[in-house]
């Protein structure tokens, strides 16, 4: 990092960010299991960083640059309960503090992970819901319901973290109505 303008680089402006806070993107794993019809993703699985690599990573950031916000460029973070789940942990045991923002799925969005999310800094999460249409949500190969939607975003605004909600319209079969 010290080859690139980091003073430039950490006033990346992110939700619930402090005017006087510096941010800086990090990638936990890349890929994703969802086999959503509309992804621009070609190649298959997920691929993970250790909690260790991560936190390693934090906390040069941290240190060297007075980073105090993480943005995870993650196609999706929340990949399944048991990873965040450990993530977070990690980053409490370790008392990482630091504030951050990821990619997230609904039907993940569970009390008890949000709350340990809250816990371990998660301040928004950027859900993609692409429809409110539980035939269109089949047609996507979304892999959730219209139910887990409401029920997450409830969950995630009780949780007292914020919800970035992204929608698609015009996929295959997809009417005015």
Not at 58 to 82: A, H, N, R, T, W
Not at 102 to 118: Q, V
Not at 154 to 166: D, Y
């Amino acid at each position: 990092w010290d080859l690139f303008p980091m003073d430039y680089y950490t006033l990346l402006r992110m939700p619930h960010i402090k005017n006087n806070e510096r941010s800086f993107t990090v990638i936990s794993g890349r890929g994703c299991p969802f086999k959503c019809n509309f992804c621009y993703r070609m190649d298959k699985g997920f691929r993970a960083r250790s909690p260790e690599s991560i936190i390693e990573e934090i906390q040069i950031l941290k240190k060297d640059y007075g980073v105090s916000y993480i943005e995870f460029e993650d196609e999706l973070l929340m990949v399944s309960p048991q990873r965040i789940v450990t993530l977070c942990e990690a980053f409490i045991k370790v008392d990482l503090n630091i504030r951050w923002s990821c990619n997230g799925r609904l039907n993940y969005a569970e009390p008890e992970i949000l709350n340990i999310m809250k816990k371990a800094g998660c301040v928004f999460i950027n859900y993609g819901i692409e429809s409110i249409d539980d035939g269109m949500l089949k047609v996507m190969n979304k892999k959730l319901t219209t139910a887990q939607i409401t029920k997450g975003v409830e969950a995630t605004l009780a949780e007292g973290i914020s919800p970035g909600l992204n929608i698609i319209f015009g996929n295959i079969g997809e009417t005015a109505e």
